[in-house]
Nanobody, 128 residues
Framework: QVQLVESGGGSVQAGGTLRLSCEASGFIFSAACMGWFRQVPGKEREPVASIDGSSITSYADSVAGRLSISKDNTKKTLYLQMSSLKPEDTDMYYC??????????????????????WGQGTQVTVSS
């Protein structure tokens, strides 16, 4: 059974850091296109970071330089290191297994329609 289980969200003050984790099972994690999406209230979930089977990463402009996506293939775990957090980063964050070929495993090329499996989501709250 394909499953993604997230952890690590919480509340933090502006400028703080958080690390989100997503444990994967049931598929070949090392080769997968994985992403982190956030749920903007009233809008469709949007990708903020992606990583492909070769560990090539991409980021939304709004988070570049502050968020870092990585993975540990041995632990089958995806991470999102969040730093210099802003109140506007407050959202639900979801990890995702994205059914998209490696050349297109970029935040500018993926959308919710490409996601095969979602994690349960974890809340990140940043106070000013």
């Amino acid at each position: 059974q394909v499953q993604l289980v997230e952890s690590g969200g919480g509340s933090v003050q502006a400028g703080g850091t958080l690390r989100l984790s997503c444990e994967a099972s049931g598929f070949i994690f090392s080769a997968a296109c994985m992403g982190w999406f956030r749920q903007v209230p009233g809008k469709e979930r949007e990708p903020v970071a992606s990583i492909d089977g070769s560990s090539i990463t991409s980021y939304a402009d709004s988070v570049a330089g502050r968020l870092s996506i990585s993975k540990d293939n041995t632990k089958k775990t995806l991470y999102l290191q969040m730093s210099s957090l802003k109140p506007e980063d407050t959202d639900m964050y979801y990890c995702a297994l994205v059914f998209i070929s490696s050349p297109r495993c970029r935040v500018t090329s993926m959308g919710v329609g490409d996601v095969g499996v979602w994690g349960q989501g974890t809340q990140v709250t940043v106070s000013s």
